[in-house]
């Protein structure tokens, strides 16, 4: 059910990013905004993206990952889960969790977060708050809740 090597934060790292080192994305269900694409609204989605393209609105990706790759232009406020920026953002991020900040990054804009990697190359205009970290809740194992139905069941009878 839970793949070994998985962080919290869901991008399949097996220990914390270090500077420099690059980010890994999932491959399983990620969309993908590609450099032709033009997107002015607000944007929300349940799975995690990868924008190339260019976005003019709200970015709104509670418990999703979001990253802004090195061709993606965005002038937008964010809230996801993660986020990585390699590209350009002109706008707020909000992070449950881990933002990061690649080499070539250009980012204008205020960083609310629990956890924050900025790689030397980076530009960053603004101001970043930390915010304590949310408790990391895991769902329980399918058996237990069999178990615990039982359980339940037997005191009822």
């Not at 420099?20 to 590609?34: A, D, L, M, Y």
């Not at 993660?82 to 990061?100: A, C, F, Q, R, T």
Request: proline share 4%.
């Amino acid at each position: 059910m839970f793949k070994k090597g998985q962080d919290s934060d869901g991008w399949g790292v097996s220990s914390p990013p270090r500077i420099g080192e690059k980010q890994p994305v999932r491959s399983k269900n990620v969309s993908v905004i590609g450099p032709t694409l033009v997107f002015k609204g607000e944007l929300s989605a349940d799975e995690d993206l990868v924008i190339e393209g260019t976005i003019e609105g709200t970015i709104a990706h509670h418990k999703k990952n979001l990253m802004i790759g090195k061709q993606g232009r965005v002038t937008a406020d964010i809230h996801a889960s993660s986020v990585i920026v390699e590209g350009e953002l002109n706008g707020d991020i909000h992070g449950d969790g881990l933002v990061s900040l690649a080499k070539g990054a250009t980012v204008n804009g205020n960083v609310y977060c629990s956890r924050l990697i900025m790689e030397d190359g980076a530009r960053f205009n603004g101001k970043i708050e930390m915010i304590e970290a949310s408790p990391l809740r895991v769902a329980p194992d399918p058996e237990d809740i069999e178990d615990e139905l039982a359980e339940a069941e037997n005191l009822t009878a």
